[in-house]
């Protein structure tokens, strides 16, 4: 098989990346491989195979005669031994592009699943393959689910200083189908949302499309990761590509037709 004929292995493609991602990659004609932990029914052009990436049972199978593997998988914590695993498949099935998504900030904010994010990318540009890894900001989806959870309190503690930048699940994966489509290109610019927020901003938008109000307590984060935070380096202010779809956009579709939009 040639690389526009074999097929396109996705980790995580059953995820809030994945699921945007394999369709994308069937419009465009490819054969796809959707790598999970759990079993699936196959679909037209996608196969789903269930490895675990932690431990490797399984993985050189899944991955021989794959020409790409586009890495999508990803938790708070293992990532870069689940990388270093399918690295290492990879190379021996000869995979012709590697693609990973990481996270703006990875090489800046001193947490421990960003150490594990920049461990990671830092084995597939040690592997010795052909490869690409995009740092993207936060998903929207994240956000929503940051702020669904901080509103359930009387209180809403809002870390002083902290600015996110979150952008649309659909914007990274219609720009990493892109990558993955095209040559290797090593580390790309990073994607992010068009618009920066204080957290402060983010949540009374949130609240207002829910018809909610709660006072919110200014706190401030301490230590390293907070100074790092209140510094601004989760952001790429400069030189980032920026998505099209914002998070106003973003809440007045997901909420469309939400209950409790009554002020309480």
Do not use: C
Not at 38 to 43: D, K
């Amino acid at each position: 098989m040639n690389s526009t004929t074999a097929p396109v292995l996705v980790t995580g493609g059953t995820g809030t990346l994945g699921r945007h991602v394999v369709p994308l990659l069937r419009e465009a004609g490819r054969e796809v491989r959707v790598l999970s932990r759990h079993a699936h029914e196959p679909a037209a052009g996608v196969t789903h195979v269930a490895v675990d990436l932690r431990t490797g049972e399984g993985l050189d199978a899944a991955v021989a005669g794959a020409g790409t593997v586009l890495h999508l998988a990803g938790g708070p914590k293992g990532d870069d031994e689940a990388t270093r695993n399918l690295v290492r498949a990879a190379q021996a099935a000869g995979v012709r592009h590697l693609v990973y998504i990481s996270v703006i900030g990875a090489d800046r904010v001193p947490l421990t699943w960003l150490r594990s994010k920049l461990e990671a990318e830092r084995a597939v540009a040690a592997s010795g393959l052909p490869w690409t890894t995009l740092r993207a900001a936060q998903f929207h989806d994240l956000a929503l689910l940051m702020a669904e959870k901080m509103a359930k309190l009387p209180v809403v503690p809002v870390p002083g200083g902290l600015r996110l930048q979150p952008v649309d699940a659909r914007d990274v994966a219609a720009r990493l189908v892109e990558l993955t489509l095209g040559e290797p290109a090593g580390l790309v610019p990073d994607l992010a949302g068009p618009t920066v927020y204080g957290l402060a901003d983010l949540l009374r938008t949130y609240l207002t499309a829910r018809g909610r109000r709660r006072p919110m307590l200014p706190v401030r984060m301490p230590g390293k990761a907070g100074r790092a935070y209140r510094a601004g380096a989760n952001l790429t202010l400069e030189g980032a590509e920026t998505g099209t779809r914002t998070w106003e956009d973003f809440l007045a579709e997901r909420l469309e037709g939400a209950p409790g939009k009554a002020a309480v």
